[in-house]
């Protein structure tokens, strides 16, 4: 399935890549769509214009749905999932508006429609876009089914402190990953023309900075400098313009005092004016009237001039525009032009989609949703999204001579869990659970398989049920444990301050690692948890996130060595709560830290001041993290040599090619997540130590080996330098191609005027 969609998809590009005529059709379409919003814009009422900027929640009473729509003041209404509804509420639109525009209905289809896929962040540890495409390109055609044409994803903010709950929503903490994840998911989504009926538009969300919350507190303010907004959180966004991301969404936060919803050099001066985007832009839920809580706006009417001033066309359920405007507009403090503006904009997606032409969904049975192509989809994103921490001895995969397994844990049979957060619409009648898919592949092999909870949910803290568990595993060969978080444990609002497992769940693991039988632990969470100590007490470790509907036997075949892991952690996980914000990304001390050890206990008492050398580290922790970005490891084993350069001196407008060979030296085959980093060594601002440019995956078979290689033009090293320029700067810099960000030899190169 996954190759018929990118064969397709593929085959679309090469067609939009070759067509001479298809510029020309571009233009005359674009043409078409921008009379037609002018001809209709022309007969729109005040009135008519701002309810086509006001977006509001579904309510049960239809009528008075009807009316709002009859009146034509709705633009779009989220969270209308049945295509009954949808077309009752799209006719009134067409047939009983004056104007007869047809109504966007939205929904937050974040990593799946019915079919949940694993949450991003899980999606991200793929390292693999065409995953990411296939699986939004299944959402859209699950959720268009419905009647469902606008989602609000991808979200595409930088993550750096997993104790933010919605770094499960994500793709981690690289620019780089994050910006080709998401523009993979915008291609997804939106298909090869947003005009096709199962394509939705997507949605570039939240601009700007929201990830960098402070202390990791959902909403909480942000404080980013303009380079550090430049260099770091706005390329994916950028790269989303690029990509034809039809909608932006502003975040919560407000960035060194100014929330976004009312922020003119986020949504005009770098969206509209240096960006080009022509899409439209919503505020988040209630964030126009929120910047009064903020303290940005004295009262309602100042908080919809603000927004609207600012650029935010269309307004989530908070109705203040719909309100305050028409006075605003009288008193002269708001301009009918800035009105028409924001209407344009929105007008332009409901031609592009279609909308006018096809405005009504499907009824009747759905034979679409859940379709078995979508699930074995799911499988494998699922595949590609664990990640083989630990494997002491090759305990994995189990071998042959397995007579008994014992599953054990909370999340081992937890259909709802697993799916993770923001699953409106996922059953979890449909999920198929590790124990399920274990219990299955256990029959085949005539293993006996033993289960016993031990906890309900990850946060019981029951001993008793814990003993019981342990000691129906002792009789087992193996054991496998399935530990984690709940599904409610991180995404919006669900944020931790301490990132150690919930509930009874490390005694469970020591009273495992007690028997003395081999641990197997599979996690399941929606971040990078801090499970140092319960990592010791196992063979072998998975992290799986938060897999979906197909988590089960996506774990089961990884386990019984059907399929071979090959993700990587797409964030920094560390050792402990305390050292976050953590990411490989970080710019130098002037004293980085030489060693690694946690010192705490053996510093003399009395010792002098400087007597461990006064570098940047944690006596309690250390330097290093648990794992670095982009670590994750194989049942088979990789070697990496003869790393090259075309050469050693580029210009600017030239292109570094690097050819190195990749050998598997183990028993399987399987596939490496191969990376390449650079460093700046020296600017007019600080660089970081490591950034990630490039990646590929690439699949051998044992004693296989290919020369392969990497072309990254010189233009992609520019960066806002000290006189807020993106350039390239001259100077020395170093490149790894390794397995993980802090692998690898440097290799020097220098780039010249
Ligand atoms: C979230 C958005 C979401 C919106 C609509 C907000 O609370 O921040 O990400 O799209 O709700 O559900």
């Known amino acids: ?56 929640t579904s309510y049960a009473n239809i009528e008075d749905l009807s009316n709002l729509i009859k009146k034509g003041e709705v633009g779009s209404i989220l969270n209308e999932i049945d295509p009954v509804r949808i077309n009752a509420l799209q006719r009134v639109a067409i047939e009983e508006s004056r104007l007869g525009i047809p109504i966007l209905i939205a929904r937050d289809v974040i990593h799946g429609f019915k079919t949940i896929f694993p949450i991003p962040l899980g999606q991200a540890a793929s390292f693999n876009p065409d995953i990411v495409e296939t699986g939004a390109r299944i959402a859209a055609i699950e959720a268009s089914s419905v009647g ?53 538009a997507a949605c570039a969300k939240h601009f700007a900075g929201y990830g960098a919350a402070e202390g990791g507190r959902d909403y909480n303010s942000t404080n980013i400098p303009e380079r550090l907004l430049r260099n770091v959180f706005l390329p994916p966004f950028e790269a989303a313009v690029n990509a034809g991301a039809a909608t932006f969404m502003t975040s919560f936060n407000d960035n060194d005092g100014i929330p976004s919803t009312g922020n003119v050099f986020l949504l005009k001066d770098v969206l509209r004016k240096e960006w080009k985007f022509d899409g439209f832009v919503v505020s988040d839920w209630a964030s126009v009237v929120e910047m009064i809580t903020h303290g940005y706006a004295a009262d309602e009417a100042e908080a919809a001039l603000k927004a609207i001033n600012a650029g935010v066309d269309m307004e989530m359920v908070s109705g203040s525009f719909v309100k305050e405007a028409p006075q605003l507009i009288k008193d002269n403090k708001l301009k009918e032009s800035v009105i028409d503006d924001a209407v344009r904009d929105i007008l332009r997606i409901k031609f592009k989609l279609g909308l006018f032409e096809n405005p009504y969904a499907k009824e009747g049975s759905n034979t679409v949703c859940y379709d078995e192509s979508h699930l074995q989809a799911a499988k494998q994103a699922a595949i590609e999204s664990v990640i083989l921490l630990k494997n002491t001895n090759q305990t994995l995969p189990v071998k042959s001579d397995i007579k008994s397994i014992a599953v054990v844990g909370p999340m081992a049979n937890a259909p709802y869990e697993q799916l993770g957060t923001w ?8 999920t198929q659970t590790p124990l399920k898919a274990i219990d299955n592949l256990s029959k085949c092999h005539n293993i006996q398989l033993i289960y016993e909870q031990g906890l309900t949910h990850s946060r019981d803290n029951n001993m008793a049920t814990i003993a019981k568990a342990a000691n129906a595993a002792a009789k087992a060969d193996v054991i496998f444990a399935f530990i984690g978080e709940e599904s409610i444990l991180s995404g919006e609002a669900h944020c931790l301050a301490d990132l150690n497992l919930q509930g009874g769940q490390s005694a469970l693991i020591e009273a495992l690692y007690k028997t003395g039988k081999p641990v197997v632990t599979v996690v399941m969470a929606g971040r990078p948890l801090t499970i140092e100590k319960e990592i010791s007490q196992s063979a072998a470790v998975l992290y799986s996130f938060h897999p979906g509907t197909m988590g089960g036997p996506a774990i089961a075949d990884l386990l019984f060595g059907v399929a071979v892991p090959s993700a990587k952690t797409p964030m920094t996980f560390p050792k402990a709560t305390g050292q976050v914000p953590m990411y490989y990304s970080h710019n130098n001390t002037g004293r980085p830290a030489t060693r690694n050890e946690v010192l705490l206990n053996n510093i003399e008492v009395e010792a002098g001041q400087t007597s461990l050398g006064c570098t940047s580290f944690y006596l309690d922790a250390g330097f290093d993290p648990l794992y670095p970005f982009g670590y994750g490891l194989s049942y088979t084993t990789f070697s990496y040599s003869n790393i090259k350069l075309s050469k050693d001196k580029f210009k600017s407008d030239e292109t570094i090619k690097v050819e190195f060979e990749l050998e598997n030296t183990g028993n399987y085959q399987g596939t490496e997540v191969v990376q390449l980093y650079v460093q700046d060594k020296s600017g007019s601002v600080t660089r970081p130590v490591k950034e990630l440019k490039r990646f590929m995956r690439v699949t051998l078979q044992p004693t296989e080996k290919k020369t392969l290689s990497f072309e990254l033009p010189i233009s992609e090293l520019a960066f806002w330098n000290i006189d807020m320029k993106k350039v390239v700067e001259p100077g020395d810099f170093n490149l790894w191609v390794a397995t993980d960000s802090q692998s690898g030899e440097a290799v020097p190169f220098t780039v010249i005027q």
């Not at 998809?9 to 043409?31: H, M, Q, R, Y």
Request: aromatic residues 10%; glycine residues 10%; proline residues 3%.
């Open 1 to 56: 399935m996954t190759n018929r969609f990118l064969k397709l998809l593929s085959f679309v590009f090469i067609l939009s890549a070759v067509g001479c005529g298809k510029n020309n059709d571009t233009n005359s379409a674009n043409e078409t769509v921008e009379r037609r919003v002018e001809t209709l814009l022309r007969k729109m009422t005040l009135e008519e214009k701002l309810g086509q900027m006001n977006q509001i």
């Open 148 to 200: 469902i044409r606008w989602t609000f994803a991808p979200m595409i903010d930088i993550g750096r402190d997993p104790r933010w709950g919605r770094i499960a929503e994500g793709f981690g903490e690289d620019t780089y990953l994050t910006s080709v994840m998401g523009v993979a998911s915008i291609k997804g989504y939106q298909g090869d023309s947003l005009n096709n009926p199962t394509s939705i």
């Open 423 to 430: 699953v409106f619409d996922g059953d979890k009648a449909y």
